[in-house]
């Protein structure tokens, strides 16, 4: 089977690999960029294991092939974080409120509550639960995972307050 070039923005990076038209992007990101931090889950886009941000939305990487990210932009768990590796409000969060324990779907959630909190920047406690529906976690019961993000959201609130 021939490959595809393709190219793409990579948290923030330029990024090119070639790969069959049947190639999942997860698969791409994971085993060519070694991207490990999505995980591959269930395969059929149930559990949000592999959450990743493209061209500004939350979508499954399980679910898009390769080819269909030529030209995206594309931001992984490893993107959210600052360059000098200074956490984002979201990963402290999680950290402090426990938001997480096996941290499987960790990366997803943090992931899509990134989104979510760029959707919308104060959320109330039932619009996070519904953010973050598609992310399935198996340990936590949702209830810190859901403190945490509220938490993010009045930090990142308070420092964008500040720097006005």
Same mark, same amino acid.
């Given at each position: #089977?021939?490959? &595809?070039?393709? *190219? ?5 990076? @330029?990024?090119?690999?070639? =790969? $069959?038209?049947? %190639? ?29 941000? #493209?061209?500004? &939305?939350?979508? *499954? ?5 390769? @080819?269909?990210?030529?030209? =995206? $932009?594309?931001? %992984? ?88």
């Amino acid at each position: #089977m021939s490959k &595809m070039h393709i *190219k793409m923005t990579v948290n923030g990076k @330029a990024a090119e690999a070639h =790969a $069959e038209p049947r %190639t999942l992007l997860i698969h791409l990101l994971r085993e060519e960029f070694n991207l490990t931090g999505p995980h591959i889950g269930c395969d059929t886009g149930h559990c949000g294991a592999c959450t990743i941000d #493209m061209n500004g &939305m939350s979508v *499954k990487a399980c679910t898009i092939f390769a @080819a269909q990210a030529n030209g =995206a $932009e594309v931001t %992984t768990i490893e993107g959210i974080a600052a360059p000098d590796g200074t956490l984002h409000a979201l990963q402290e969060a999680f950290r402090e409120h426990h938001g997480l324990q096996c941290g499987f779907c960790t990366p997803g959630m943090i992931t899509r509550a990134h989104r979510l909190l760029q959707e919308n920047p104060s959320p109330s406690e039932d619009e996070i639960r519904h953010g973050i529906s598609g992310n399935l976690c198996r340990c936590t019961g949702y209830q810190n995972i859901v403190k945490a993000i509220s938490a993010a959201a009045s930090e990142l609130a308070a420092a964008k307050e500040a720097a006005q």
